[in-house]
């Protein structure tokens, strides 16, 4: 049966941010994931880990202005000093918290920049963050994100994150395959994910249409979580998703589709 890790990000809305860590325990979790815990003191984030007895399994590099508009930074040409700082900051925050992987967002394609500037720009910023992030003992992930709610966000596709961490050539850079973006990006869901097994550090879930929990949608979550036990993926399952109504009310998907 796959791990599931709760988003507190996503989840449990229903609360402020810091007390989301004793509803997903009370849910049955032991884990969790967010995107940002940079509004937060590391040491307090850590205690309510610590007190609810959670592991944290993600977060994210500093993404920019989030609540201007931007997702991420690390294809940015006149933003690799902002970018290295972020690194700096998530390895600190990350050595609090007892994270051992960090997801870097590439961010959307700035208007007006070469294409061959934008690739080279995020393959040098992936190289930097990956040997800072081994140094630290981190894997560094990057997610293809879906251009119906990121639109113009510039990597989308599994073969695409693939070459370019091919182009990287760093052994502790992987993907972080996200089902509903793939979904919405290029389907074929259980052939890609066994093909890339190896390459795939760390995997997140929503159904599709709504981006709401598991068996809302189009997506047979039952036959996934089995065929992700059969090719054997051993890390975590972010749940990711949009509550449809009150969090706990829809938590009966584990039960029902991951047995």
């Known amino acids: ?99 051992h992987q960090l997801n870097c967002l590439a961010g959307k394609v700035p208007a007006g920049v070469d294409p061959a500037l934008l690739r080279s720009t995020f393959v040098a910023n992936l190289r930097y963050a990956a040997a800072e992030f081994k140094r630290a003992g981190l894997r560094l992930l990057i997610e293809p994100i879906n251009t119906n709610d990121i639109p113009g966000f510039y990597l989308n596709y599994t073969k695409q994150a693939i070459d370019i961490l091919d182009e990287v050539g760093a052994d502790n850079a992987y993907v972080q395959y996200d089902i509903y973006h793939a979904q919405r990006m290029e389907g074929e869901l259980a052939a890609t994910m066994q093909k890339y097994l190896a390459r795939i550090g760390h995997i997140q879930l929503a159904d599709n249409p709504g981006r709401n929990e598991p ?11 089995a065929h992700l036990d059969r090719i054997g993926y051993s890390g975590w399952i972010g749940c990711e998703y949009k509550p449809a109504g009150v969090t706990e009310a829809g938590l009966g998907w584990r039960q029902r589709l991951a047995q």
């Open 1 to 99: 049966m796959p791990q599931f890790a709760a988003n507190l990000t996503m989840l449990f809305n229903e609360v402020p941010f810091l007390d989301r860590f004793e509803r997903a325990a009370q849910a049955g979790f032991t884990a969790v994931e967010f995107l940002f815990p940079y509004a937060w003191p590391a040491a307090e984030v850590r205690e309510r880990l610590d007190a609810n007895k959670l592991k944290l399994v993600l977060h994210n590099v500093p993404p920019g202005d989030w609540d201007g508009g931007e997702r991420g930074i690390a294809c940015h040409p006149d933003r690799v000093d902002e970018f290295r700082a972020g690194v700096a900051k998530a390895i600190d925050y990350a050595g609090v918290l007892g994270v």
């Open 215 to 225: 068996g809302t949608g189009e997506i047979n979550y039952a036959f996934l979580f």
